[in-house]
């Protein structure tokens, strides 16, 4: 009789002769650590898998290439939502979204690729450092994916840890140093494989240890007496999916909806927030629109909504409203007397969504940008600071509050959401991701809390379709809507926390952390030679 090999060593052997195929299957099971499924154990056992690929690798070019094939399956399965956004587009074929979420992964997958070529290079020989320069690769070539060719920062590996309680070590080494901790974590699994005892147990002892600090932390801020929130808060989803939203026929349904859901409210002034590009209208150059929407507002209400501002050809001070040069992709704020108090322009542009890079080429070959319009918009200046006029609440008064906007995508970009120079007190995401398909806003979502949990501060989501959210401090979804419903929501605005190490240095940290983790591998490699 004879017995069949235990299943381990059927894998082993598989592994042994099909790394490329390998890399690429454990690429695809690291992202279901992300949203919406939240895998993360799975994430760190698939990271030590490929570490072990890239330890075992012959030579440069094919760590290299190990790295390459899991970015490629890590990112078309983290990605798959894109294709959605092109079902929405007439000027192109729906079908024409599954090869734009391969040719964007083509291009990611070169950053995980970089990443191994570094950990091979520099620390082939020595478990020890291997892992360690593996980790600070990651942590380098992840914050070049988000900076280089304007940067494409979507579904950073730190994500996977919110909920964990590691999230809140974001506090200090941000978004980006969270990657560094999950690349260490998964060093641990492939460091006990390796019967390297102390340095996986000093990971795992110490991860335990942040992980606990944090939900202590987490709890405490959530527990806080709720007596000194700033204002009070209405946020507003109209559940108007993206074929519906630049239907003329359906203008007047649209707006019913967002102002029937904007009256539900306890009559206590509020802050009222409206998603991206809610309503169809250039507010500074529509009195009438400016007075429908006022009209839902009660004398000490403020409201934030998104709509386009536009730029018309301007000659020897003639301006020719027939000729639009451009356009700013912006929220608004509107008071009770249909007055515009201040206005914020989308910086952080989307590529071949809200603009198309050398458009005379690629229109001719029939391509065009996802947001429809002729004209491209342009960037705003940056993150910036609104203030927010005081009005009485409860009768008791409201002091001038600050705001800072990202609008949609830009909420992604760690270290660049507000303006250091002017703290706000609060963070506004007006965001459509009704684009997104299923995967997209949960995603979208995990990124925001990120972005509470480094700066300190509250985060407010009004989207068209979900997931609006009220985001606490300590990124706790506070309340939320959920996806592809029609809500609205009031609730105290928390109070914002004192500036943490992270929105006073930014992502310096976490950069300078990856150099001394860099030079102390070094250091470390020669005491072993």
Known sequence: MTISPAPYRIAAA??????????????????????????????????????????????????????????????????????????????????????????????????????????????????????????????????????????????????????????????????????LVAMLAAAALWWLAHRQWRPAGIMIVGLALVAGLGQLRASYIGAKD????????????????????????????????????????????????????????????????????????????????????????????????????????????????GDLKGRYDKAHLVPYGEYLPMRPVLETIGLSRLVPGSVDFWPGPGPRTLDLPATPDGGQARGKLRMAVQICYEIIFSGQVVDRANRPDFLFNPSNDAWFGSWGPPQHLAQARLRAIEEGLSVIRSTPTGISALVDPAGRVVRSIPFQQAGAFEAPLPAPLPPTLFARLGNLLPVGLAVLLLVSGVAIARRTR
Request: no cysteine; aromatic share 12%; hydrophobic share 50%.
């Open 226 to 337: 709720q007596s000194g929130a700033l204002a009070n808060i209405h946020v507003v989803q109209p559940n108007i999916n993206q074929n519906e939203k630049y239907d003329a026929n359906l203008e007047i349904l649209n707006f019913r909806r967002l102002a029937e859901l904007t009256m539900l409210r306890s009559g206590k002034p509020a802050l009222i927030f409206w998603p991206e590009a809610a309503v169809p209208a250039v507010l500074d150059m529509e009195p009438r629109w400016r007075g429908r929407i006022a009209s839902l507002l009660g004398m000490d209400d403020l409201l934030m909504l998104g709509g386009d501002k536009y730029h018309f050809h301007e000659q020897g001070g003639v301006v020719d409203t027939q000729v639009l040069e451009g356009a700013n992709n912006s929220l608004w704020v509107l008071d009770a007397r």
């Open 14 to 179: 598989f592994v042994a002769r099909r790394p490329g195929v390998t890399a690429l299957l454990a690429g695809l099971l690291s992202a279901t650590g992300f949203a919406p499924l939240g895998l993360w154990p799975v994430t760190l056992i698939m990271l030590a898998l490929v570490m072990q690929l890239i330890w075992a690798a012959p030579d440069r070019k094919s760590a290299g290439r190990i790295g390459y094939l899991f970015g490629l399956g890590h990112f078309m399965l983290g990605l798959n939502w894109i294709a959605h956004a092109f079902t929405f587009q007439d000027s192109m074929p729906a079908w024409l979204g599954y090869p734009a979420v391969g040719l964007l992964s083509v291009y990611l997958a070169v950053y995980p690729a970089m990443a191994a070529m570094i950990g091979w290079t520099l620390g082939r020989g020595r478990p020890q450092v291997f892992a360690l320069f593996l980790a600070t690769a990651w942590l380098l070539t992840e914050y070049l994916r988000a900076s280089l060719f304007t940067g494409f920062a979507w579904n950073p590996l730190g994500v996977i840890w919110l909920g964990t309680g590691v999230e809140q070590t974001a506090i200090a080494i941000g978004t980006y140093g969270l990657g």
